[in-house]
Every structure is written in structure tokens, then in C-alpha cells.
């Protein structure tokens, strides 16, 4: 029976076991996924930390929520969003609940195909970080021509939004702590280094001025610098830093409430990121992979909120 990931309890990463369990038969419009990489994010963690309440109910928990792997079995009228799916397929998957596992069921809707030129754990980190970073895009306008500021552009998300704004063509400028700048030169930014003084180091960076902001850390001084160096608030936006979005007016984006989920923008993102992927025009960082048996170790690294682009975890 394959490996599963569940969250026994609320908690930190000890409450997390690993148990074999027996996978289900697809029914109508599913897929079996045999899982070869899934993607860790932050919220993964988040879901049984008590961030979002402490529902008995929803225990024993599984967790993550994309996956790259190949389809072993399929339902009746198994269609995914981009024709039909095949046993054998090299597929991704997201949102995929449940994905921290060895095989796993999911609607054929939230499978896209596999880029080669992605190996399985890069495959796997594309698309969560990736849609997010579309819809920040696609939120505050961000053209050719514009000049950005990306907090936090070495981390899960910025590191797709570094590469997706430039690819666009706009001037960017991100943020990271010094050991990263050489990187996020690579992906296509200008570097500046966060903490006290980060609004006269962009202006320096950008003496004709940013057009818009990303804070993709939820920090004050993000916030605080973006409202200093943006005139237009409608062109910061935040995933993190829902209380100071309500209280400044800048755009909150994602599935917290009150947050624009962008359901339809980060759906539309998902074959325009595997066709960048796929024409080598986006990079999948990942800079850790761990077993599936170490998931709590792995989880232990995205909580320290200083990890490069994407960790994966291997069945
Ligand atoms: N709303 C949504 O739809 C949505 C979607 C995805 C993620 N999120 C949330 O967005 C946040 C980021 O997600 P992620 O996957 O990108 O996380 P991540 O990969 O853990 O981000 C880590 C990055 O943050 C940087 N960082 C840490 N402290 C910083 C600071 N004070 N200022 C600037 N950068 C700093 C780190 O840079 P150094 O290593 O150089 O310190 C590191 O590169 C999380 O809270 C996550 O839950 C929200």
C-alpha cells in the first residue's frame, strides 16, 4: 500500500506520521496518479499549525497540494483541461489535496501535462508558487515597460514572479538577504537587500521610479516601502499581509477571506506556465528534496521562512 502523509493532531511538524494506506478506485472524471515528487509550500504547514482554527473534525488531516507524477488508472470520461488523460501520461497535478502521498485520486480537471524539460521534483513545484505569481501579475498590470518591486523574490513565489514579470518585460527589483543576490541577478532582477534602509536602496536601484509592488512575505516594512515607493494602490498587491491590506487598501490576493482568489486567472496560468516551462523561459528553483518518510523535516525547513525557491518531497 502506498505512503500517505497525514497530520494526526494540530501542532508543529511532530504531529505528522506517515501511514500506508490503500488507494481508491477513480470514479467519473478522476485520475490515479502514481505521485514521483510533491510540492511543499507554506501553507501545507499552516493547515495543521491552528493558523486557520483547530476543527476536530478535519483529523486525521492529509496534506500538500501538488503533485508531478504518471496516471496509472483512469474513471469514466477522464478529461483533463487540455484534452483527454491516458494511463501513462507524465502529468502534474494542482490542486491536488492530499498530495504529500505515493499515489493519490484527483479530478482529471487538475492534471496538465508534465514539461520534459522539468525533472519530477521541479515539475512539481511549478504550478502553486507559479499561478500565485500570475495572478500578482495580472492583479497590479504589470507590462513591459514597468519597473516592480518583488519582495522576497528568492523565496517559493518570488522566485516564478522574478522571472514571470522580466519575461514580460518590465524592470525588476527584488529583494533577498546577500547570499541570494547572485541568484535572483540570474532570474532576471536587479537584488536589493531587505531591513532598515530598503526604501533608499530601491530608489537607488530605480531612480526613475516603481510602478508597482508584489510583497509576497506578508512583512511590515514590505508593506510600508511598497505604499512609500507606489503612488497607485491598486498596483501593490500582497498575499501575506491581509490585516495591512483592509487597513490600506491595497489588493489582498488569495484564498484568505475578504482575499480575491482569482480563481479563474490562477486556472487560466496553469498551460501558460507549463508552455514557459516547457520553452525553457521559466525555471523551477528547487534547492532541497527530502524522502516522503522525512516530511517533518521538510516542513521544519519551509517554517524557518529562509528557504530558495522550492523544497519536494520524494515517494
Ligand atoms: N495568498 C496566496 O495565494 C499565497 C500563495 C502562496 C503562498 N502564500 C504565502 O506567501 C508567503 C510566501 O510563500 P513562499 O512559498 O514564497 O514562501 P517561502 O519560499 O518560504 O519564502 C521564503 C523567502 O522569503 C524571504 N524572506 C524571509 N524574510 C524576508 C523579509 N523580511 N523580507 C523579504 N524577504 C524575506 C527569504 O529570503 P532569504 O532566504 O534571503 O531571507 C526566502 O527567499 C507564505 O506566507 C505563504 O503562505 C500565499
Known amino acids: 500500500m502506498?505512503?500517505?502523509?497525514?497530520?494526526?493532531?494540530?501542532?508543529?511538524?511532530?504531529?505528522?506520521?506517515?501511514?500506508?494506506?490503500?488507494?481508491?478506485?477513480?470514479?467519473?472524471?478522476?485520475?490515479?496518479?502514481?505521485?514521483?515528487?510533491?510540492g511543499v509550500n507554506p501553507?501545507?504547514?499552516?493547515?495543521?499549525?491552528?493558523?486557520?482554527g483547530r476543527d476536530p473534525g478535519r483529523l486525521p488531516m492529509r496534506l500538500g497540494l501538488e503533485a508531478a507524477g504518471i496516471v496509472?488508472?483512469?474513471?469514466?470520461?477522464?478529461?483533463?483541461?487540455?484534452?483527454?488523460?491516458h494511463a501513462g501520461d507524465e502529468v502534474i497535478a494542482f490542486r491536488a489535496p492530499g498530495a504529500h502521498a505515493g499515489e493519490l485520486v484527483v479530478?482529471?480537471?487538475?492534471?496538465?501535462?508534465?514539461?520534459?524539460a522539468l525533472d519530477w521534483a521541479q515539475a512539481a513545484g511549478l504550478l502553486l508558487t507559479g499561478a500565485t505569481a500570475w495572478h500578482c501579475l495580472v492583479a497590479t498590470g504589470v507590462a513591459s515597460g514597468d519597473t516592480v518591486l518583488i519582495h522576497a523574490g528568492s523565496g517559493g513565489v518570488g522566485a516564478m514572479a522574478v522571472q514571470l514579470a522580466a519575461d514580460r518585460g518590465a524592470s525588476v527589483i527584488a529583494t533577498a538577504s546577500p547570499a541570494r543576490h547572485e541568484l535572483l541577478r540570474e532570474l532576471g532582477a536587479i537584488p536589493v537587500e531587505y531591513g532598515p534602509g530598503l526604501a533608499d536602496r530601491v530608489r537607488s536601484a530605480a531612480p526613475a521610479g516603481v510602478d508597482a509592488a508584489l510583497d509576497l512575505i506578508g512583512a511590515d516594512e514590505a508593506v510600508d516601502v511598497s505604499l512609500e515607493l507606489v503612488a497607485d494602490r491598486t498596483r501593490i498587491a500582497t498575499i501575506a499581509?491581509?490585516?495591512?491590506?483592509?487597513?490600506?487598501?491595497?489588493?489582498?490576493?488569495?484564498g484568505a477571506p475578504g482575499a480575491d482568489p482569482g480563481t479563474e486567472i490562477r486556472?487560466?496560468?496553469?498551460?501558460?506556465?507549463?508552455?514557459?516551462?516547457?520553452?525553457?523561459?521559466?525555471?523551477?528553483?528547487?534547492?532541497?528534496?527530502?524522502?516522503?518518510?522525512?516530511?517533518?523535516?521538510?516542513?521544519?525547513?519551509?517554517?524557518?521562512?529562509?528557504?530558495?525557491?522550492?523544497?519536494?518531497?520524494?515517494?
Open 2 to 38: 502506498p505512503p500517505v502523509v497525514i497530520a494526526a493532531d494540530y501542532g508543529g511538524p511532530e504531529v505528522l506520521t506517515v501511514r500506508n494506506e490503500p488507494t481508491p478506485e477513480p470514479g467519473p472524471g478522476q485520475a490515479r496518479v502514481a505521485i514521483k515528487a510533491s
Open 43 to 52: 501553507v501545507d504547514c499552516k493547515m495543521y499549525s491552528g493558523a486557520f
Open 72 to 85: 496509472t488508472h483512469l474513471g469514466p470520461d477522464a478529461v483533463g483541461p487540455v484534452g483527454p488523460v
Open 107 to 116: 479530478p482529471a480537471q487538475s492534471l496538465v501535462p508534465k514539461p520534459e
Open 241 to 254: 499581509a491581509m490585516g495591512r491590506a483592509a487597513a490600506t487598501g491595497i489588493r489582498a490576493l488569495g
Open 267 to 315: 486556472a487560466a496560468a496553469r498551460p501558460e506556465l507549463v508552455r514557459l516551462a516547457s520553452e525553457g523561459r521559466l525555471r523551477v528553483i528547487v534547492s532541497q528534496t527530502f524522502p516522503l518518510t522525512s516530511v517533518a523535516d521538510a516542513h521544519r525547513a519551509i517554517m524557518t521562512g529562509h528557504t530558495t525557491g522550492k523544497i519536494a518531497l520524494i515517494p
